[in-house]
């Protein structure tokens, strides 16, 4: 029964995993392959924020991109979430005063819990 914590583990491997993919399949949709790796080069540099690093650190992302891009992140962020949501099996579920942080921890906690229970 020790193998608990390796499942749990590898639960929060995968959702990290399908954050960071789908992060990066809608910003290389929204800004094309060229102006994605500038920002990630600039998240690297400024914020030393890697791409397979960004699920664990939303705020860090969000403030990023919004230093980088300007307001428009915001639609980036929901794009994102939108996306994860679909991916999920999920109706997107918008709620009042939630940050895009708030919806990738949301979003992380889903995915560990449906693949505790597929296993």
Do not use: C, H
């Amino acid at each position: 029964m020790g193998d608990k914590t390796g499942m749990m583990k590898l639960d929060r491997e995968r959702a990290n995993k399908l954050i960071n993919e789908t992060m990066e399949e809608v910003m290389l949709n929204v800004f094309g392959k060229r102006t994605f790796e500038r920002i990630l080069r600039i998240m690297r540099e400024k914020y030393s924020l890697k791409i397979n690093k960004i699920s664990e650190k939303p705020q860090v992302f969000s403030e990023a991109l919004r230093r980088i891009v300007g307001n428009n992140s915001i639609i980036i962020e929901d794009l994102i979430v939108e996306s994860l949501y679909l991916k999920i099996g999920l109706k997107s579920r918008w709620k009042r005063n939630y940050s895009f942080s708030d919806y990738i921890v949301e979003i992380r906690k889903l995915i560990e819990m449906r693949d505790s229970i597929q296993y």
